[in-house]
């Protein structure tokens, strides 16, 4: 897949600043297909869950989405059946605006939960927001739904099938409760291949596994998140083949570009570290351990302070029950060896490790030399700044 402008054809998108944030700041985005699509979702698996995402998994059900209307500045969670309402009012009066049906719209919101949306302010700007609409407003939608995220994460790229050129695009929000399944995120992509709901959903669940499924801030997920996808085409008749290669490849690493940026931009971060776990007896065991050293508050401080302190990562993966002997592991930093057989190598290897850990990515490598299988996780680094941005969140 190559990086390319933001626009897929058959998709038009919008940002607009709607009066929701006390800030002025833009917080309101819509997504539209020209014509109804194909969608699939994946949601979160906390038990609370916000209204728009009740609605959207009903709706997904049956509907074929045409619209995502998402808003920032209030998540409508803890809301009650106020805030169903709300987001049935909202979705409603974007339908009869765009003149399609009520239920081919979904909703997605973020931000602080148990405040009720400003409906009457948010009505009253959806003139606005649907004649901004365009081919190339992607990345206002996507700073639209920034919380405290610094940038807009947006990505597009193109992939062949069949003899065909297609597109594929991708807007993400997220910096912080983040940790699957899913985290405080929201990521949506639109595509113009055509395929079937149902191999859409397989692929699309395959995709967020090795991606939004595999990236760590804080270890806290919410009750909002949804990565959500529409596929056009609606012109030629929908691809059945889950199996389909070029597809699959294009948004997977859609979804992993798009979660490594979370990371990347992950409050007060100053590092991209990506935890690969390797060596290991089954895929299982790789994913525990490279979640236990991920979210380990002692390793990613020492991150932030730049400091290859190995022990700790030992005493991380110790933690985890598997059929494999953490006196045999093999910890790298970058290209450089730090522990081999459960003990620590010679001290000018952590000075070079040092330097590999100044990078602002890097790449951390854990072999258990207990079989083949593999698992990488994304993670950044605990900074001064995440305590200081937590701490006064809601102010």
């Known amino acids: ?42 949601f979160t698996e906390n038990r609370v869950k916000a209204a728009p995402v009740l609605l959207s998994m009903e709706r997904l059900q049956g509907a074929r989405p045409q619209a995502v209307l998402i808003n920032s500045g209030g998540a409508n969670a803890c809301t009650g059946s106020a805030g169903i309402g709300d987001a049935r009012t909202l979705t409603g009066s974007v339908a009869r605006s765009l003149g399609i049906p009520q239920d081919s719209v979904l909703a997605a919101s973020t931000g602080v939960i148990g405040q009720r949306l400003p409906v009457d302010r948010i009505e009253k700007s959806l003139g606005q927001l649907i004649n901004d609409l365009s081919a190339d407003g992607f990345v206002r939608a996507a700073r639209a739904i920034m919380t405290t995220d610094t940038y807009p994460k947006c990505i597009a790229g193109s992939f062949s099938s069949g003899g065909r050129d297609y597109r594929v ?26 395929i079937a709901r149902r191999p859409l959903e397989e692929i699309l669940k395959g995709a967020v596994s090795r991606s939004f499924n595999a990236i760590t801030v804080d270890g806290d997920m919410s009750t909002n998140d949804m990565v959500l996808i529409l596929s056009g085409g609606t012109d030629r008749p929908g691809n059945t083949d889950s199996r389909n290669g070029p597809f699959r490849e294009a948004l997977t690493q859609l979804c992993i570009g798009l979660a490594r940026h979370i990371v990347k931009d992950a409050e007060g971060a100053t590092k991209l570290v990506a935890i690969t776990v390797s060596g290991a007896p089954d895929e299982g065991t790789a994913r ?38 953490p006196a045999r592991a093999e910890i790298r930093f970058g290209d450089v060896t730090v ?16 330097e590999v850990m100044r990078q602002r990515e890097y790449t951390v490598i854990i072999d258990l030399g ?14 001064v700044d995440y305590v200081k941005i937590n701490a006064d969140y809601r102010s």
């Open 1 to 42: 897949m190559t990086s390319d402008e933001p626009a897929c054809p058959g998709f038009r998108a919008a940002g607009i600043a709607a009066g929701i944030k006390k800030t002025g700041d833009p917080d309101l985005a819509l997504i539209v297909a020209d014509n109804p699509t194909a969608g699939a979702a994946v």
């Open 339 to 354: 522990a081999s057989g459960g003990v620590g190598c010679s001290g000018d290897r952590e000075a070079a490790a040092r």
């Open 288 to 325: 525990r351990i490279a979640f236990q050293v991920a979210n380990s508050p002692l390793v990613k401080t020492a991150f932030f302070g730049e400091d290859p302190n190995w022990g700790r990562i030992m005493g991380a993966l110790g933690c985890v029950a598997g059929s494999f002997d």
């Open 169 to 194: 695009l991708g807007i993400a929000k997220g910096a912080g409760m983040i940790f699957p399944h899913l985290a405080t995120m929201l990521a949506f992509a639109v595509t113009d291949f055509p």
């Open 370 to 383: 207990a079989g083949s299988s593999s698992f990488t996780a994304y993670t950044s680094d605990l900074s």
